[in-house]
């Protein structure tokens, strides 16, 4: 099947740094890729959706200026949270989308934490 | 707008019980309804998932058929096994809309 990966699975970041977050395709070409945040005993809630080659259409609520979401290639997308503070930890997750498929593929996450 | 409604967990079952994980949803139109279920250090993985009004979506040995006069989603499981613990989601997508997601139940399986 069809598999997404996330690198790093997990991250301790400073407060003030930025800290990249990646989401690959291994395996199929991702046309539309999304990104999530989950706090804990939460649900998933949609961030933004990016499609290649475009920009991202942002969630109402997502800063974009903090949140930046690039989909340079068919199996890459990025998230970088910029100037990450303590209330930006949380549990990041990608999905994509693609290979002709109607369904949604998703990471396993990344975990951020902001000291 | 678009919600759905989980059993809060832990659930914490003896193997071969019987599992009965509640889902109830609000939602304009006719969505298509999902389980998605996380294995520990994995993605979430789509289990089964109904279209329409008295489908009954399965996979595994899991079940769950779409409700409409209820607008529930239950998910069942005549007899859990320790490999089924993990965290399950329930969700629905509107046509054209993006997925909304319950807040997940964890199940723990004890042999």
């Known amino acids: 099947g069809a598999v997404v990966s996330q690198h790093p699975s997990w991250v301790i970041c400073k407060s003030g740094t930025s800290v990249k977050i990646e989401c690959r395709s291994l395996?199929?070409?991702?046309?539309?890729m999304f990104w999530y945040r989950q706090f804990p005993k939460q649900s998933l809630m949609l961030m933004a959706t990016?499609?290649?080659?475009?920009?991202?259409?942002?969630e109402q609520g997502v800063e974009k200026d903090k949140f930046l979401i690039n989909h340079a290639s068919l199996t890459l997308s990025t998230l970088t949270v910029t100037s990450a503070h303590p209330e930006d930890s949380s549990f990041y997750i990608c999905?994509?989308?693609?290979?002709?498929?109607?369904?949604?593929?998703f990471g396993p996450g990344t975990r951020l934490t902001v000291l | 707008g678009n919600s759905v409604t989980q059993m809060e967990g832990p659930v914490t079952l003896s193997e071969e019980a019987f599992l009965t994980i509640n889902c109830t949803y609000t939602?304009?139109?006719?969505?298509?309804l999902f389980w998605y279920v996380q294995y520990p250090g994995e993605g979430l993985q789509l289990l089964l998932k109904?279209?329409?009004?008295?489908d009954k979506g399965s996979n595994k040995g899991f079940e769950a058929t779409y409700r409409k006069e209820t607008t529930s989603f239950h998910l069942e499981k005549g007899s859990v096994q320790v490999s089924d613990s993990a965290v399950y989601f329930c969700?629905?997508?509107?046509?054209?809309?993006?997925?909304?997601f319950g807040p997940g139940t964890r199940l723990s399986v004890l042999p």
């Open positions: 969700a629905l997508r509107g046509y054209g809309q993006n997925f909304v």
């Open positions: 395996d199929f070409q991702a046309t539309t």
């Open positions: 939602a304009t139109g006719y969505p298509s």
């Open positions: 990016s499609n290649e080659g475009s920009k991202a259409t942002y």
């Open positions: 109904a279209t329409k009004a008295d």
């Open positions: 999905s994509a989308k693609g290979g002709g498929w109607n369904e949604q593929f």
